[in-house]
């Protein structure tokens, strides 16, 4: 339950996680809530690999929003993490933000997560692309299922693409917060570094352009990320990682022009991040495997909850 509400100018803040399948609009959700693009967004299962914090700050209440991997049945060592991080990550907050289809059966995943939050402390259903729906006598069917469950708080109808109910969640999320000092920078809307920020926008346009066997086998890293003293421009080298051979000519696509495409979108993408001017540079290597070994897991930096 919430905590005790604190006076309106009292420092306080509130740490939220996201939960739920892959594609249910966490990380569109979390966009929207901080106001910045600091999640990637594609209609492909599996975008965010790694836990993404956002930061909004309303007043004297800071917001921080933990968008987490789809939780889903494991298939290698990646998915292992990501799923294990969307679970501990839940340990770690004020309240758990679950997010739900309007329609359908829960998955085991789903159900396993529900489980797990019955013990793990405060957490809200949301029942997100409610614009989808076409009667409230559905919508009152889903919000009666979900609370059925006997899990969380409160069910609350959303839809991320359109802003229904998003701006409400702040005040009901308000009351979890504990006072004290702000965690960010009032101004700040992730702690991600700048090279985090590119590596993931670059590998945005490759799960968008890409074919569907090809986007999850590949990691992105900046190798360099160098502003140059005499103007305002900053030159990024960054290494596509694919896990076989053969997808490493799919990425450079015929004449080079498949990874001409993903570095000019990413390039107008890193400009309207940084504010300057981009030099971008993308190379392709091999890395055989890469999702099913923990050295080289560790090596890309996807960390082990």
Partial sequence: MPRAQTTPNESRSVFV???????????????????EKVAIVTQKPQTTRSRITGVATHGAVQYVFLDTPGIHAP??????????????????????????????????????????????GPALALINKVDTLRSFAALEARRAYLQGLGVFDDVVPVSALDGTGCDALFARLAPYGHPGPHYFDDEAFTDMPEKELVAELVREKALLFLREEVPHGIAVTVTRFKERPDKDLV??????????????????????????KIASAARADCEGLLG??????????????????????????????
Avoid: Y
């Avoid at 996680?17 to 106001?35: D, E, H, I, W």
């Avoid at 770690?92 to 289809?101: A, I, P, R, Y």
């Avoid at 990024?236 to 990874?259: A, F, P």
């Avoid at 091999?286 to 923990?294: C, F, G, L, M």
């Fill in 17 to 35: 996680a996201l939960v739920g399948r892959p594609n249910v609009g966490k990380s569109s959700l979390t966009n929207r809530l901080v106001g």
């Fill in 276 to 305: 300057v001017q981009v030099n971008l540079q993308c190379w392709v290597k091999v890395r055989e495997s890469w999702r099913d070994s923990e050295k080289l897991l560790d090596e890309l930096g996807f960390a082990k909850p």
């Fill in 235 to 260: 030159d990024i080298d960054v290494e596509l990682i694919c896990e076989r051979r053969s997808h490493k000519g799919m990425v450079i696509g015929k004449g080079g022009q498949m990874l001409k």
């Fill in 75 to 120: 298939r290698n060592r990646l998915d292992a993490r990501m799923t294990q991080t969307a679970a501990a990550s839940i340990k770690d907050v004020d309240v758990t933000l679950m997010l739900f289809e309007p329609a359908g059966e829960l998955t085991q995943a789903e159900a396993a997560m529900a489980e797990a939050l019955r013990g793990a």
